[in-house]
């Protein structure tokens, strides 16, 4: 149980076009779920929490216009970057929780852009 | 926020030895997990561990809330255990704050 699915896990883009990657809970409902970016040999920095049926929170210097996120149901965040520029590059990943306390991550997404 | 800290960074180990990771964190924490990265990027639960201890097979895991630090032991290492071990807390703001990380490398 606990899983949680992203797509696409690898995307190359040119710079300006948008990217939508998707979250999904496949076994459990997610009023939450969360998205992290990871650069190379870095850990996760939590970019926004994503709450069903509202808006998402946005850390701070995370820019909500570029990284949209939309929380449509309780198994399914998408997050949208738009217009894409290189230093967008990086290893995009979600969680959902489950229950009150436990996160369980998606396969993350690598994201590059020419 | 919540700083948390992690050591060693690095650690090489040969095949059937065992190993201590710790996680220190500067305040309070509600919930405390550990994670494996594998070297596709995914990252596996290991321990939703706040306080206590749990044991998993080869892996167990202590948090002593009260000194606010965490222990991960590995033990009879194989080389499916390389990656990178990730500790991360939450300290009631219901969001993971994590680590830097311990990269571990098993050798045949």
């Known amino acids: 149980g606990a899983v949680v699915s992203q797509h696409p896990s690898r995307v190359i883009c040119k710079s300006g076009t948008s990217v939508k990657i998707e979250c999904r809970s496949l076994?459990?409902?997610?009023?939450?779920m969360f998205w992290y970016r990871q650069f190379p040999k870095q850990s996760l920095m939590l970019m926004a929490t994503?709450?069903?049926?509202?808006?998402?929170?946005?850390e701070q210097g995370v820019e909500k216009d570029k990284f949209l996120i939309n929380h449509a149901s309780l198994t399914l965040s998408t997050l949208t970057v738009t217009s894409a520029h290189p230093e967008d590059s990086s290893f995009y990943i979600c969680?959902?929780?489950?229950?009150?306390?436990?996160?369980?991550f998606g396969p993350g997404t690598r994201l590059t852009v020419l | 926020g919540i700083q948390v800290e992690q050591s060693p960074p690095d650690l090489i180990l040969q095949e059937g030895a065992n190993s201590t990771l710790r996680c220190n964190f500067s305040?309070?924490?509600?919930?405390l997990q550990w994670f494996h990265q594998n070297p596709w990027g995914q990252l596996i639960n290991l321990f939703y561990?706040?306080?206590g201890t749990k044991q998993n097979g080869r892996l167990s895991a202590t948090t002593v809330a009260t000194e606010r630090y965490s222990l991960l032991y590995i033990s009879s290492s194989q080389t499916t255990d390389s990656g990178v071990y990730f500790c991360?807390?939450?300290?009631?703001?219901?969001?993971?704050?994590f680590g830097k990380g311990n990269q571990v490398v098993v050798i045949p």
């Open positions: 561990i706040p306080s």
């Open positions: 969680s959902a929780k489950q229950g009150p306390d436990t996160q369980y």
């Open positions: 305040d309070s924490v509600n919930n």
């Open positions: 076994d459990f409902q997610a009023t939450t």
């Open positions: 991360a807390v939450d300290s009631g703001n219901n969001r993971l704050a």
């Open positions: 994503s709450n069903e049926g509202s808006k998402a929170t946005y």
